[in-house]
């Protein structure tokens, strides 16, 4: 492909997590139950949500729009992952890499809106017990959500957008298992000044900006905590909000910065990227059902009410 004097190559080569065959094997054999059991546990805790009226509150309203984002994003990146372990050629075209790139961007951005109005409910609901219902009503629940699905595809545009203007002419080596913003964006034979203004100000706003949200709701949470005598309101505002607080932390503690460090293919950043693209879908209904005892009582329900054989 030729663009001007500039040719420009027509596929990137993934590096991949190893160039064992043993190790790829062992590696797909475990990607493959990672990415079955994070299917099943967020689409359990869907139909779980769904078939339990006592779960239908802004809280699991929320979890549900979390659950489905946190399937569709290990289905962005582990398909291909297990692909490049599984066949010699790494290889992936310009288009799909470019659609990767976008959807990962696109959830990412989503999950960190959905986490600030998680913790916004959280901090309504400790805060302000008696006007809880009116101010997260269906409306705003709605509106909240919406927002987030649109500033996570308003994100995903103008980043992809900015990376279409580059041209590739060599080398075309990502070094990472799949293709995300900072090693493609190295290998851009032109000037990248534009696209890495985009990024950082993508980390400012909405990284550190959903990061500052979260803190507030939360230093507001503890606050009246702290003003609490009670060793019933303490286990509960605990219990309400420990879930949450576990699943932000692992969640910016390896997406945030593995797109604040420089793109270089070293371990580390091999490990946050598996470990905020693969791990973390799959310890979020975990989280949430191992900690939950409403939703273990409602999951139990529904597996009582389970038809059965007729022997």
Same mark, same amino acid.
């Given at each position: 492909?030729?663009?001007?004097?500039?040719?420009?190559?027509?596929?990137?080569?993934?590096?991949?997590?190893? +160039?064992?065959?043993?190790?790829?094997?062992?590696?797909?054999?475990?990607?493959?139950?990672?990415?079955?059991?994070?299917? &099943?546990?967020?689409?359990?805790?869907?139909?779980? %949500?769904?078939?339990?009226?006592?779960? =239908?509150?802004?809280?699991?309203?929320?979890? @549900? =729009?979390?659950?489905?984002? +946190?399937?569709?994003?290990?289905?962005?990146?582990?398909?291909?992952?297990?692909?490049?372990?599984?066949?010699?050629?790494?290889?992936?075209?310009?288009?799909?890499?470019?659609?990767?790139?976008?959807?990962?961007?696109?959830?990412?951005? &989503?999950?960190?809106?959905?986490?600030?109005? #998680?913790?916004? +409910?959280?901090?309504?609901?400790?805060? =302000?017990?008696?006007?809880?219902? /009116?101010?997260?009503?269906?409306?705003?629940?709605?509106?909240?959500?919406?927002?987030?699905?649109?500033?996570?595809?308003?994100?995903?545009?103008?980043? %992809?957008?900015?990376?279409?203007?580059?041209?590739?002419? $060599?080398?075309?080596?990502?070094?990472?298992?799949?293709?995300?913003?900072?090693?493609?964006?190295?290998?851009?034979?032109? +000037?990248?000044?534009?696209? /890495?203004?985009?990024?950082?100000?993508?980390?400012? /706003?909405? $990284?550190?900006?959903?990061?500052?949200?979260?803190?507030?709701?939360?230093?507001? %949470?503890?606050?009246?905590?702290?003003?609490?005598?009670?060793?019933?309101?303490?286990?509960?505002?605990?219990?309400?909000?420990?879930? =949450?607080?576990?699943?932000?932390?692992?969640?910016?503690?390896?997406?945030?910065?593995?797109? #604040? &460090?420089?793109?270089?293919?070293?371990?580390?950043?091999?490990?946050?990227?598996?470990?905020?693209?693969?791990?973390?879908?799959?310890?979020?209904?975990?989280?949430? @059902?191992?900690?939950?005892?409403?939703?273990?009582?409602?999951?139990?329900?529904?597996?009582?009410?389970?038809?059965?054989?007729?022997?």
């Amino acid at each position: 492909m030729e663009l001007g004097n500039v040719t420009t190559v027509p596929t990137f080569v993934l590096q991949g997590l190893s +160039d064992n065959p043993q190790v790829q094997a062992g590696l797909s054999v475990l990607f493959l139950a990672v990415y079955l059991l994070t299917l &099943t546990g967020n689409l359990t805790l869907l139909l779980v %949500i769904r078939a339990d009226s006592h779960l =239908h509150t802004p809280m699991y309203f929320f979890l @549900s =729009h979390l659950s489905f984002l +946190d399937a569709f994003y290990s289905s962005v990146i582990v398909p291909k992952l297990l692909q490049n372990l599984l066949f010699k050629w790494k290889t992936i075209s310009f288009i799909e890499c470019f659609m990767q790139i976008s959807l990962v961007l696109f959830s990412g951005a &989503t999950e960190a809106c959905l986490l600030s109005v #998680m913790a916004y +409910d959280r901090f309504q609901a400790v805060c =302000h017990p008696l006007l809880y219902v /009116v101010a997260m009503n269906r409306k705003v629940c709605t509106g909240l959500v919406g927002a987030s699905w649109a500033i996570g595809m308003g994100t995903s545009l103008v980043n %992809i957008i900015l990376l279409a203007q580059q041209h590739f002419c $060599g080398p075309n080596l990502i070094r990472s298992f799949a293709c995300e913003l900072p090693p493609v964006l190295v290998l851009a034979c032109s +000037d990248t000044s534009i696209s /890495v203004a985009s990024i950082l100000t993508t980390m400012a /706003v909405l $990284g550190l900006g959903t990061l500052v949200l979260l803190l507030g709701s939360y230093t507001r %949470i503890i606050m009246t905590a702290l003003g609490t005598n009670s060793a019933v309101g303490w286990s509960k505002i605990f219990s309400t909000c420990s879930s =949450h607080f576990l699943v932000v932390a692992i969640f910016y503690g390896s997406g945030v910065f593995r797109y #604040m &460090t420089p793109a270089s293919g070293s371990v580390l950043e091999q490990v946050l990227s598996v470990q905020y693209s693969v791990v973390t879908p799959l310890l979020n209904p975990l989280i949430y @059902s191992l900690k939950n005892r409403e939703v273990k009582a409602a999951l139990r329900k529904m597996l009582a009410k389970r038809p059965r054989l007729p022997f």
